[in-house]
């Protein structure tokens, strides 16, 4: 079965980076774009970034433009996020989701990254 | 960026009666050259990540009651719980994946009156 599974979140300062790690199984992971989508604290969900699935092309949202980037190994099936001067409104809970040819379909269980001082 | 705006914010609905959320997006999300709507509908239950109901803006997910059904096109779309059963309490939220940076609709929290 399809799983995947965040890991690396926690409690950092502001200005301040994180690497989140999104490990997948349960499908061929190089065949799959994979995104980021973000969820803060009884908050809508903000989609973040996708890596297409041979990690050639990369696309962001314009609030992490700059400071976010996607990266993925597929050697590992494991797509990352490293998240640069971290800001309180980063704050979230951050699921990688598989991309699919006619909808992103699985979701990981998230992983909880705090931004404070 | 292509915006989708849900309505309404929050819905509560008689068990065994029906619940309809509307999603309008900024733009057009059908597509000429398959004719179809790239629009998609997610449930989330509290502390749970978001489970696919309907893609293409009217296809079940395998596994999806068939109390659940999508409509609409272009621009207008349509989520119907036919029936409401307790487990349906829920947010809801649309997403656009026409474009390939993914928009969220703010979501349509359901509660039973």
């Known amino acids: 079965q399809v799983q995947l599974v965040e890991s690396g979140g926690g409690v950092v300062q502001p200005g301040r980076s994180l690497r989140l790690s999104c490990a997948a199984s349960?499908?061929?992971?190089?065949?799959?774009?994979m995104h980021w989508v973000r969820q803060a604290p009884v908050k809508g969900l903000e989609w973040l970034a996708i890596i297409s699935y041979d990690g050639s092309q990369r696309y962001y949202a314009d609030s992490v433009r700059g400071r976010f980037t996607i990266s993925r190994d597929n050697s590992k099936n494991t797509v990352f996020l490293q998240l640069n001067s971290l800001r309180d409104e980063d704050t979230a809970v951050y699921y990688c989701v598989r991309g699919g040819a006619s909808v992103d379909d699985y979701w990981g269980q998230g992983t909880l990254v705090t931004v404070s001082s | 960026d292509i915006v989708m705006t849900q309505s309404p914010d929050s819905l509560a609905v008689s068990l065994g009666e029906r619940a309809t959320i509307n999603c309008k997006s900024s733009q057009n999300v059908l597509s000429k050259s398959n004719n179809k709507n790239y629009l998609a509908w997610y449930q989330q239950k509290p502390g749970q990540p978001p489970k696919v109901l309907i893609y293409?803006?009217?296809t079940r997910e395998s596994g999806v009651p068939d109390r659940f059904s999508g409509s609409g096109s272009g621009t207008d779309f349509t989520l119907t719980i036919s029936s409401l059963q307790a487990e349906d309490v829920a947010v809801y939220y649309c997403q656009q994946h026409y474009t390939t940076q993914r928009t969220f609709g703010q979501g349509t929290k359901l509660e039973i009156k």
């Open positions: 349960g499908f061929t992971f190089g065949s799959h774009a």
């Open positions: 293409w803006a009217s």
